[in-house]
């Protein structure tokens, strides 16, 4: 099992507003549509008003790999990006016990 950390910083000026829909949709369509994921978060930092993350765990490498080139993912973590300050700072894990 891999579990995943994406924290991402929100840029100021941007459309907080726009930026939550797009990611609600992301998590609604992974956690619908994609197999081999276990769970998909999305959440908002109590120490940084403008950071936020994604939790995911995933059976394996492979359902990840699928993910990450289904189409809801190819366009909208783009559309997410374009309202954080550089690309997403992305930690991968595998569960050991």
Same mark, same amino acid.
């Given at each position: 099992m891999l579990k995943i950390v994406a924290k991402m910083h929100f840029k100021e000026g941007g459309d907080p507003a726009k930026f939550l829909e797009i990611a609600k949709e992301v998590v609604e369509k992974t956690n619908a549509l =994609?197999?081999?994921?276990?769970? @998909?978060?999305?959440?908002k930092s109590e120490q =940084?008003?403008?950071? @936020? &993350?994604?939790?995911?765990?995933?059976?394996?490498q492979? &359902?990840? &790999?699928s993910h990450m080139q289904s189409e809801h993912f190819t366009s909208l973590v783009p559309a997410m990006d374009a309202f954080c300050e550089g690309g997403p700072d992305l930690l991968v894990y595998e569960k050991l016990f």
């Open positions: =994609d197999k081999g994921c276990i769970s @998909y978060e999305f959440c =940084d008003p403008n950071g @936020y &993350a994604m939790f995911e765990q995933w059976e394996s492979e &359902a990840l &790999a």
